[in-house]
């Protein structure tokens, strides 16, 4: 399975943008789908996830961030409202395929967001 971000760029605060990513390859299906950002000097955190239809969300971006996931596409967006510099890091894609009791993780390669103030 591959999974390709796209959407990143500049924006300034109080500005939105949109990620998508598309998972790509033979799998059986993608039982969760997810965001996570790292900023520079940070550790890797979780931003938005969703699975079984059920979504969860980052403190810190509630309520200015939805995930949303098109199955017929293979594809999970993430969209970004009321941007603030502090969300400035590359976003990365996760998805998990379970297949039996095997569990199978894969990452894109992370799409950089960058929020002027």
């Known amino acids: 399975v591959q999974l390709v971000e796209s959407g990143g760029g500049l924006a300034q605060a109080g500005g939105s943008l949109s990620l998508s990513c598309v998972a790509s390859?033979?799998?059986?299906?993608?039982?969760?789908m997810g965001w996570y950002r790292q900023a520079p000097g940070k550790q890797r955190e979780l931003v938005a996830s969703?699975?079984?239809?059920?979504?969860n969300y980052a403190d810190s971006v509630k309520g200015r961030f939805t995930i949303s996931r098109d199955n017929a596409k293979n594809t999970v967006y993430l969209q970004m409202n009321s941007l603030k510099p502090e969300d400035t890091a590359v976003y990365y894609c996760s998805a998990i395929e379970v297949v039996g009791t095997s569990l199978y993780d894969y990452w894109g390669q992370g799409t950089q967001v960058t929020v002027s103030s």
């Open positions: 969703m699975t079984s239809g059920t979504t």
């Open positions: 390859g033979k799998f059986f299906s993608i039982n969760y």
